[in-house]
């Protein structure tokens, strides 16, 4: 049972490239979602999808995508890369309901020249 | 859900208990009580989390006043190793729409744990 696993650790990427960033859960959980967080800041919600094929817009949407088409997979895109993206990304997964908290992964390290 | 308050940083000698208070005036009846932490820039940990009642794990204890305004989250025996930022989280008990699944993160409590 790994939990949450997210690749790669760190990426630095240049201005205007794409790339996506995999999360991946083997708990068969519901509920996953993605927060990225900046220097001396909490984490704020990207996005999050509550099931495969189910995805919505978080607090700080702009510049990702995403897709579920698996339970296990939930992977987020840059779409065209700036250097306001340079953050730390954490992917989490629950069960959903409120009575059980979440399990995070251990972050991807994105810096954006 | 609703705004927590949380002293920025606290230090707490190793081997004592850390107390970590939380002001959540403002708390709605079906909201719960979550404490997360963050080691060093590892992904938040789930600590513990509460409704009304007191609550005790393995990790944690959380007192959560009668009127729910505030709560605090006990760690009995610190170790340098609870040296983290730790997250007063509330959000509604029932998932009623998708708004209700986000965990909203404030600056959280930098509990520093010294020899």
């Known amino acids: 049972n790994a939990g949450v696993t997210q690749t790669p650790k760190f990426q630095v990427l240049k201005t205007g490239q794409s790339m996506t960033l995999q999360c991946a859960q083997d708990m068969n959980h519901e509920y996953m979602s993605w927060y990225r967080q900046d220097p001396g800041m909490g984490l704020r919600l990207i996005h999050y999808s509550v099931g495969a094929g189910i995805t919505d817009q978080g607090e700080v949407p702009n510049g990702y995508n995403v897709s579920r088409s698996t339970t296990e997979d939930f992977p987020l895109r840059l779409l065209s890369a700036a250097p306001s993206q340079t953050s730390v990304y954490f992917c989490?997964?629950?069960?959903?309901?409120?009575?059980?908290?979440?399990?995070f992964g251990s972050g991807t390290r994105l810096t954006v020249v | 859900d609703a705004k927590t308050t949380q002293p920025p940083s606290m230090d707490c000698a190793e081997g004592r208990a850390a107390n970590l208070p939380c002001n959540h005036s403002?708390?709605?009846?079906?909201?719960?009580v979550y404490w997360y932490r963050q080691i060093h820039s590892q992904g938040p940990q789930y600590i513990i989390h509460g409704l009304k009642n007191n609550e005790t794990n393995e990790m944690a204890s959380l007192i959560i006043t009668e009127d729910r305004k505030s709560s605090t989250l006990i760690l009995p025996h610190a170790t340098l190793r609870d040296t983290a930022v730790y997250y007063c989280i509330v959000r509604v008990l029932h998932n009623s729409g998708a708004g209700s699944y986000q965990l909203t993160f404030g600056k959280g409590t930098k509990l520093s744990v010294i020899p």
């Open positions: 989490a997964s629950g069960v959903g309901e409120a009575y059980y908290g979440y399990t």
């Open positions: 403002t708390i709605s009846g079906n909201e719960y």
